[in-house]
């Protein structure tokens, strides 16, 4: 069974920083296109960032500069280093892993950015 399990959601302080954490399933992951994407109150999901198997990146254009993704193979793990944090950041960030094949998604952990 395929699991796509996020971690390192919370609360931050404006200006402040978060890394999460997205594991998923080893059969997978190296094959895949691994995406952050959030989701707040009222709002439709959006693209944060995303990661394809070869390392080409893509950001949506609120997160340039400030936000960086990566993946590590060898722990079939994806990370988003989130920095200068804003209260409009505030969301549930959720992981997915696609491919031509497949297209998985995790639960979901919650980012709060407030003072």
């Known amino acids: 069974q395929v699991q796509v399990v996020e971690s390192g959601g919370g609360l931050v302080q404006p200006g402040g920083s978060l890394r999460l954490s997205c594991a998923a399933s080893g059969s997978i992951f190296r094959f895949s296109t691994m995406g952050w994407y959030r989701q707040a109150p009222g709002k439709q999901r959006e693209l944060v960032a995303s990661?394809?198997?070869?390392?080409?990146?893509n950001y949506a254009d609120s997160v340039k500069g400030r936000f960086t993704i990566s993946r590590d193979n060898a722990k079939n793990t994806m990370y988003l280093q989130m920095n200068s944090l804003k209260p409009e950041d505030t969301a549930v960030y959720l992981c997915n892993a696609h491919s031509g094949f497949w297209d998985y998604w995790g639960q979901g952990t919650q980012v709060t950015v407030s003072s």
């Open positions: 990661i394809t198997s070869g390392d080409r990146t």
